[in-house]
């Protein structure tokens, strides 16, 4: 069942198209820690990035970025967490957006030398993002094989109300997708989800950007989280996307492990 996951192969250099998801990078306490974790899960090995915000690496897929790993500055109180990046070649406007539509810039935009600028936002509904506009580094260089970054949802209170600001901000159009589920996608190509979440998931487990990596067994992997350390939130189930499980690390940031199914190719 190979040929059920979409891969793409993307240039180092190419263009940013708005709105993309383009890149997710993970702040922890114990980069070393999650390191080992994310090696063991999903095969990376790991090269030295820009410090621009701190210690940071590039997790390697053979050999192609596929994530980042930076160490939370200490005594922020900001939560350990996968943040979900979009491509923003006019990254000022797109901040200048956010603020206008009802969302706060919470870093930046700054530089990032030798790789691009950043910022990190956050939408009306309080779910927080990043903003990318490359230079050397595009973001990605390959996606929807085991062990990379396969897809992304907005787990949110309503997701009919803030799709009015990702429009505004990313280009993104909205298709109903069933009950609580919204698809955003760009010249009609799907490229992120909405999903609603209840009052009481919301408070236990909180709302935002959950990154979902390919692998090639779900339940196999959660059995290797375990043995890792870290723990499994939701099991395995089938979701609009293939066979899905909700899974976090050791310090408790939270992603999902999908096996996509093939009529999401």
Request: aromatic residues 8%.
């Amino acid at each position: 069942m190979a040929g059920a996951r979409a891969a793409k192969e993307r240039d180092g250099m190419a263009e940013a198209v708005r709105g993309e998801p383009c890149w997710v990078s993970l702040m922890v306490r114990e980069p070393g820690a999650a390191r080992e974790f994310y090696g063991a899960l999903f095969g990376w090995e790991y090269a030295d990035g820009p410090r621009r915000l701190g210690p940071y690496a590039r997790a390697l897929l053979d050999g192609r970025p596929v994530a980042g790993l930076g160490q939370l500055p200490a005594d922020t109180g900001l939560p350990v967490a996968w943040t979900t990046y979009f491509a923003a070649p006019a990254i000022d406007e797109l901040a200048a957006a956010v603020r206008a539509r009802g969302g706060t810039v919470g870093v930046g935009p700054l530089d990032s030398p030798g790789a691009g600028r950043l910022a990190l936002a956050s939408d009306p509904g309080g779910a927080g993002f990043g903003l990318w506009q490359p230079a050397e580094h595009a973001g990605f260089a390959v996606t929807g094989v085991p062990g990379a970054h396969s897809w992304s949802e907005l787990l949110t209170r309503d997701p009919a109300s803030v799709a009015p600001f990702y429009r505004a901000v990313l280009g993104f159009d909205a298709r109903q997708d069933g009950p609580g589920r919204l698809t955003f996608t760009l010249d009609g190509r799907p490229v992120a989800a909405a999903l609603a979440v209840g009052r009481a998931r919301a408070r236990e487990r909180g709302t935002g950007w959950l990154a979902c990596f390919e692998v090639a067994d779900v339940s196999a992997s959660c059995a290797r989280v375990l043995a890792l350390g870290g723990q499994v939130v939701e099991e395995p189930a089938e979701g609009p996307r293939g066979r899905t499980a909700t899974v976090a690390d050791q310090e408790g940031a939270v992603f999902a492990l999908v096996r996509t199914d093939v009529a999401h190719d």
